[in-house]
C-alpha cells in the first residue's frame, strides 16, 4: 500500500471528526488555528483521497431488526476475483467487503436481514462457477464497536513540516500545543512557528 501523504492538521481533523462527526468547520479552524476555507479543503482532499468514506449516521441494527447478519468466506479464481467484487457492489443485500491473505480470500458481510435471505443469498453467491469453495458464519448481534484508531503522528513517515512544508526524515523538532503534537524538520522552523503562534496571540 502507499503512504498517504498526511501532516498533523489533517491527523487532528481525523481524530476531531472521529470523535464527533458533528465537529462544524468552524470548530476545527479554530482548534487548528487554520482558516474555515482551509479546513473545507482539507476535509475535501481527505474524502478525494478516501481516507474519509462518507460522512452519514451510524444506525445500531439491533435497535431496528431482531435478523442476524453473516460472514461468507469464498475462495476464487484470481482472475475472476474483479468481476466478482464489482457483483458484490451491486447487490443491495451486502454491507461490506474484503480481500484477505487467506485461502478463502474474498470475505462478505451481509446486512442484518432474515435468516432464510441470507441463507437464499449464500446460495446463489456460492453457485458461481469461479467459486472454488466457500464457508459461511451467522452472526447474531453486534457487541461493541470501535470508532477505526487513527495513527499517532510519530508512526506517519510522511509528515511535512508545519511552517515551511519540507517533509520531515527521522531527524525532527516538535512541540505540544492543546494536546496537539506538532511536527518542525529543523529547530529553525519550530523557532520559527512559535514565534509565529505569539504574534497571533498579540493580535488578538
Not at 9 to 27: A, F, K
Not at 107 to 115: G, K
Amino acid at each position: 500500500m502507499p503512504l498517504i501523504d498526511l501532516d498533523t492538521s489533517d491527523l487532528t481533523i481525523l481524530n476531531q471528526l472521529n470523535e464527533n462527526g458533528r465537529v462544524t468547520y468552524s470548530q476545527l479552524a479554530k482548534k487548528l488555528m487554520l482558516t474555515v476555507p482551509t479546513v473545507k479543503s482539507r476535509i475535501d482532499k481527505l474524502l478525494k483521497m478516501g481516507v474519509i468514506n462518507h460522512f452519514g449516521t451510524y444506525l445500531n441494527p439491533h435497535k431496528l431488526t431482531g435478523d442476524p447478519s453473516a460472514l461468507f468466506y469464498f475462495q476464487v479464481n484470481k482472475e475472476d476475483v474483479q468481476s466478482f467484487l464489482e457483483h458484490l457492489h451491486s447487490l443491495e443485500e451486502i454491507k461490506s467487503v474484503f480481500e484477505v491473505l487467506d485461502p478463502f480470500n474474498i470475505l462478505v458481510i451481509t446486512q442484518f436481514q432474515p435468516l432464510n435471505m441470507i441463507q437464499i443469498l449464500y446460495q446463489k453467491l456460492q453457485a458461481q462457477s469461479f467459486i472454488k469453495n466457500s464457508h459461511i458464519q451467522i452472526v447474531m448481534k453486534e457487541v461493541f464497536s470501535k470508532p477505526h484508531r487513527i495513527p499517532q503522528h510519530e508512526t506517519i513517515l510522511n509528515l511535512k513540516c508545519e511552517y515551511c512544508g519540507k517533509k520531515i526524515s527521522e531527524d525532527y523538532e516538535s512541540i505540544k500545543i492543546k494536546e496537539t503534537r506538532h511536527f518542525f524538520c529543523c529547530p529553525i522552523c519550530l523557532r520559527n512557528y512559535t514565534k509565529w503562534l505569539k504574534d497571533q496571540k498579540t493580535h488578538e
